[in-house]
């Protein structure tokens, strides 16, 4: 049996890094990625047998937790009538009905591949339905390694200090403005200036990229009242919010309705997935109705299809309220456990998805989100890892927790929280 310390120098000649994704390297908290053999429910388990409660749940779509038996038997029945069509199947419009009904912001959706081919293809149906240019981004928020929203953008960049944009022309990245996180003043300054060339103002409506950050409400609402005055597009990107923060996603737990919604993650119970959704007049932008062009061989594939389905049906039963209570109670002791030696601890939290940054000042932008003590997170990090809890390998990345983490994997991992030595 091979162990992950072998496995990783056989990745290395193989893969750049010898990883898919780059937060996965744990370079940023000074150790080497573990190799996954097997996940259920809240655990994982390693190539080296090591069972681990797990949250960090492939960076938030297991929800429901690790295969779970409803989305298994989707998938599987899916499975045995075929793998994939590159032709419509009835999975699609389940899957698109269930993100329609969910979501106040939706009333059309196309099925993508990923989070990234979301954004990208909302801003472009942004661009041809205004017929403007110019993006409106903020800092920290990642939207997937589109070349004109990398610039300052969360996530990997941020965990890696890379910046934003090597390999992209400039002329890629001239239309990109860029204001900080939780500024509604800023944007009305931009939009004096540039109003008339903006297309689209494009958000996490819960920052997850720069650890979890959570927007003041007026923040919210006054992006909506500046977009709807000046002709922009409104775009959240819900891939990690949608379905987790609510079942309505981040616009219904703010009451704040977008012109766009990017969706991933949770709406494939596990498979790789993504979505476009919004106005009908916006959508139907999109070829064959429209002339914006967009397309993907594996877009709606029947099995993502399914298990996404079967996700979102057993989601819309659970007991969001409750995971969200439990999960900021689990965090506020974890805070409360560190503090006395590691000084002040800022909790983010909203939902099933929170970060703790080792930083004196409230976390409310990119900023403030830089100056947590990335080193005594990665200290915390190890000795938390090398009792069995794996966290996100980045203090820019969130914490999630499940339907499927149960309050004795609450207390085990407040347990080992005990015994760290920062």
């Known amino acids: 049996m091979s162990d992950s310390k072998e496995l990783n120098a056989r990745a290395r000649e193989l893969i750049p890094g010898g990883v898919n994704s780059p937060v996965r390297s744990c ?8 190799f996954i053999r097997q996940g259920y429910g809240s655990k994982i388990v390693t190539e080296e047998g090591r069972e681990m409660i797990d949250f960090v749940l492939s960076w938030g779509p297991l929800l429901l937790g690790h295969a779970h038996p409803e989305v298994l038997r989707a998938a599987r029945e899916a499975l045995d009538k075929g793998s994939s069509f590159g032709a419509p199947c009835t999975g699609e419009l389940d899957l698109a009905e269930l993100i329609i009904d969910a979501l106040p912001g939706v009333e059309m959706v196309r099925l993508v591949n990923s989070g990234t081919e979301a954004s990208m293809s909302a801003i472009r149906a942004a661009r041809a339905y205004t017929g403007r240019n110019k993006i409106l981004k903020f800092e920290g928020n990642y939207h997937g390694h589109v070349d004109s929203l990398l610039a300052r953008a969360g ?4 965990t890696l200090s890379i910046p934003g944009t090597p390999g992209v022309p400039e002329d890629t990245v001239k239309d990109t403005l860029i204001a900080p996180y939780n500024d509604p003043q800023a944007v009305r300054d931009i939009f004096a200036e540039h109003g008339g060339e903006i297309a689209a103002v494009i958000l996490e409506p819960v920052a997850g990229n720069m650890g979890t950050v959570v927007p003041d409400r007026e923040f919210l609402t006054e992006l909506r009242r500046i977009c709807s005055e000046q002709g922009s597009q409104l775009i959240f990107d819900e891939v990690i919010t949608g379905f987790r923060v609510a079942y309505s996603g981040a616009q219904g737990y703010f009451g704040v309705t977008p012109d766009l919604t990017c969706l991933g993650k949770i709406i494939g119970g596990g498979f790789p997935v993504g979505a476009i959704g919004g106005h009908r007049e916006v959508m139907e932008m999109f070829a064959p109705c429209g002339s914006v062009y967009q397309a993907g061989t594996l877009a709606g ?8 389905a079967a996700t979102l049906r057993t989601l ?3 007991d969001y309220a409750d995971l969200e209570q439990r999960t900021r109670e689990f965090a506020t002791k974890l805070q409360q456990i560190l503090q ?4 002040p601890v800022q909790l983010n939290c909203i939902g099933s998805l929170f970060t703790l940054f080792f930083t004196p000042d409230p976390v409310t932008d990119f900023a403030s989100a830089q100056k947590t003590d990335t080193a005594l997170y990665g200290a915390f990090y190890r000795q938390m890892r090398e ?3 794996y966290l996100s390998p980045a203090n820019f990345e969130c914490t999630f927790t499940s339907f499927a983490h149960t309050d004795e994997d609450l207390e085990t991992a407040l347990q080992a929280a005990r015994k760290v030595s920062l």
């Open 387 to 389: 009792q069995n809890i």
């Open 340 to 343: 006395p030696q590691a000084g």
């Open 155 to 158: 996530s990997g960049v941020a």
């Open 301 to 308: 594939n029947p099995v993502a299809m399914a298990a996404g």
């Open 316 to 318: 819309a039963g659970m």
């Open 27 to 34: 370079r940023s908290v000074g150790a080497e990625p573990l």
